[in-house]
């Protein structure tokens, strides 16, 4: 223990919780499992100290204070790294949604997807459609009646996890000008899918068929966006946080 209080290493480094990420508290009545490979900066199986075990047989493993800084400076790092990756590809997928190509190309489609996610930070939504047994949506299966005009622009409003409702503007007016043209676009593209379509119909389809999830994986790739579309809103909400 050391001048704080805190529960250290034989190395002299604070423990921290991984649970709390916090300095660590020892329960006397927790089973504890000493990691006798543990070292600082050690790789994976040597980078915990110890771990408690509760009562119904819950871990917390706890960590020197130099592996958790190290660990959270390598998240950042990872994550500004994919930031920079995503305004470069959006750049790319920007030109197929601007492109004057057929509303049912692929290209353009799961372009179109990705700028609605963009813009709103939305989910993808599950293939099946359906999560802990309850109906959800997202940017690749929302249907046609969850489009509304609004002004000059669209109003969506989907069903997404735990029962919660979300309602999403897509105004032209409202964005900035690098915003702007790829905006008006994907109103347009909306507008144009939902014409003639039943209210639980589908917007984004390629030929009257559902989106691919690995083919929208695929697109990505070739953009250079070599991560999940789930980590998109990850990422925007970042930029917009």
């Given at each position: 223990?050391?001048?704080?209080?805190?529960?250290?290493?034989?190395?002299?480094?604070?423990?921290?919780?991984?649970?709390?990420?916090?300095?660590?508290?020892?329960?006397?009545?927790?089973?504890?499992?000493?990691?006798e490979n543990y070292e600082p900066g050690g790789?994976?199986?040597?980078?915990?100290?110890?771990?408690?075990?509760?009562?119904?047989?819950?871990?917390?493993?706890?960590?020197?204070?130099?592996?958790?800084?190290?660990?959270?400076?390598?998240?950042?790092?990872?994550?500004?790294?994919?930031?920079?990756?995503?305004?470069?590809?959006?750049?790319?997928?920007?030109?197929?949604?601007?492109?004057?190509?057929?509303?049912?190309?692929?290209?353009?489609?799961?372009?179109?997807?990705?700028?609605?996610?963009?813009?709103?930070?939305?989910?993808?939504?599950?293939?099946?459609?359906?999560?802990?047994?309850?109906?959800?949506?997202?940017?690749?299966?929302?249907?046609?009646?969850?489009?509304?005009?609004?002004?000059?622009?669209?109003?969506?409003?989907?069903?997404?996890?735990?029962?919660?409702?979300?309602?999403?503007?897509?105004?032209?007016?409202?964005?900035?000008?690098?915003?702007?043209?790829?905006?008006?676009?994907?109103?347009?593209?909306?507008?144009?899918?939902?014409?003639?379509?039943?209210?639980?119909?589908?917007?984004?389809?390629?030929?009257?068929?559902?989106?691919?999830?690995?083919?929208?994986?695929?697109?990505?790739?070739?953009?250079?966006?070599?991560?999940?579309?789930?980590?998109?809103?990850?990422?925007?909400?970042?930029?917009?946080?």
């Open positions: 223990m050391n001048d704080n209080a805190n529960y250290t290493d034989k190395f002299g480094n604070e423990i921290i919780s991984q649970s709390t990420g916090k300095p660590a508290g020892i329960n006397p009545d927790f089973g504890l499992t000493i990691n790789g994976r199986g040597r980078n915990w100290v110890l771990y408690s075990t509760s009562p119904v047989g819950t871990k917390n493993y706890l960590f020197g204070k130099s592996y958790v800084a190290d660990s959270v400076a390598n998240k950042f790092s990872k994550v500004a790294d994919a930031t920079a990756k995503l305004e470069t590809a959006k750049k790319r997928w920007r030109q197929d949604v601007l492109a004057q190509s057929d509303d049912d190309h692929p290209a353009k489609v799961y372009a179109m997807i990705l700028e609605f996610m963009y813009i709103t930070t939305c989910r993808p939504g599950t293939k099946a459609g359906m999560t802990a047994g309850s109906r959800t949506y997202g940017a690749m299966n929302f249907p046609a009646s969850a489009v509304k005009a609004v002004g000059a622009g669209l109003g969506i409003t989907i069903p997404i996890k735990s029962g919660k409702i979300e309602k999403y503007l897509l105004d032209p007016s409202k964005v900035g000008a690098s915003d702007k043209k790829a905006m008006q676009a994907l109103v347009q593209f909306i507008r144009t899918k939902t014409e003639g379509k039943a209210s639980d119909d589908i917007v984004f389809t390629i030929s009257g068929r559902r989106p691919d999830p690995n083919k929208l994986k695929a697109y990505m790739k070739t953009i250079g966006l070599p991560i999940t579309a789930h980590k998109i809103r990850t990422l925007r909400g970042t930029l917009l946080a």
